[in-house]
């Protein structure tokens, strides 16, 4: 089993609709998560980290579920601009290194 | 510059041929990372360096792979003897401190071996 798994994807969306994407971890120490998105032939850029409480930064909200090893990412009133794949990222219990899901794809259509 | 640079952009290479890809980090970071990226996945942790030291090695794939860091800077990352399953987006990333706080990326190097 991968450390990070996230749902497989490709997500198809029109414009102005909700959507949320999850992404499950293995190592229960994992101390910090984060979301990061890449463009097409682009490199990783962060998004938001993933906060205890959950948090929500415009039209995104993250949450984290520690009990479940799981989290969630929450795209509201969805843009086209938010075409890219949403990378799921955990930090391990050393703090050191950073482990990457597989990504989501997203396309949000006109 | 402002951000972490990669050269070269791209790199094609005939199998066999040992290539080295170069990473200048922002200035002063500390911490300074190299990922693998096959199409259509997320990018798999190879090396780390803490200044000149290489603290975790454990994700390079064998021993034709090898990073440097000497005078904790720029990094180069060369790969002996390629085979083609050596293709891919290869990422630097750094931070400013000693964890891995959220990592800035370079544009990488798409490495493509013939």
């Known amino acids: 089993r991968k450390e990070v798994e996230q749902d497989p994807g490709p997500f198809n969306?029109?414009?102005?609709?909700?959507?949320?994407?999850?992404?499950?971890?293995?190592?229960?120490a994992s101390q910090s998560f984060f979301w990061y998105r890449q463009d097409c032939r682009k490199e990783p850029?962060?998004?938001?980290?993933?906060?205890?409480?959950?948090n929500e930064d415009g039209r995104f909200t993250a949450q984290l579920n520690r009990a479940s090893q799981y989290i969630s990412l929450l795209i509201r009133d969805s843009k086209l601009s938010d075409s890219a794949?949403?990378?799921?990222?955990?930090?391990?219990?050393?703090?050191q290194?950073?482990?990457?899901?597989?990504?989501?794809?997203?396309?949000?259509?006109? | 510059g402002a951000g972490v640079s990669?050269?070269?952009?791209?790199?094609?290479?005939?199998?066999g041929?040992?290539?080295?890809?170069?990473?200048?980090?922002?200035?002063?970071?500390?911490?300074?990372?190299?990922?693998?990226?096959?199409?259509?996945?997320?990018?798999?942790?190879?090396t780390y360096f803490q200044n000149e030291a290489q603290l975790d090695k454990s994700g390079l794939p064998s021993d034709r792979f090898f990073a440097e860091r000497p005078e904790g800077s720029v990094s180069t990352l060369k790969i002996q003897r390629t085979q083609q399953e050596d293709s891919a987006v290869y990422l630097c990333?750094?931070?400013?401190?000693?964890q891995a706080q959220p990592q800035h990326f370079g544009d990488g190097t798409r490495l493509s071996i013939l």
Request: glycine residues 10%.
């Open chain 1, 13 to 28: 969306v029109p414009e102005g609709a909700t959507v949320a994407f999850n992404c499950t971890y293995s190592n229960s």
């Open chain 2, 17 to 46: 041929q040992d290539v080295a890809l170069r990473c200048d980090p922002i200035s002063g970071h500390v911490s300074l990372f190299w990922y693998q990226q096959a199409l259509g996945q997320g990018p798999e942790f190879l």
């Open chain 1, 85 to 95: 794949t949403y990378l799921c990222v955990v930090l391990d219990n050393y703090g």
């Open chain 1, 97 to 110: 290194n950073f482990v990457f899901g597989p990504g989501t794809r997203l396309s949000v259509l006109p």
């Open chain 2, 93 to 98: 990333a750094s931070s400013p401190g000693a």
């Open chain 2, 6 to 15: 990669q050269s070269p952009r791209y790199k094609v290479a005939k199998r």
């Open chain 1, 45 to 54: 850029k962060l998004l938001m980290s993933v906060y205890s409480s959950g």
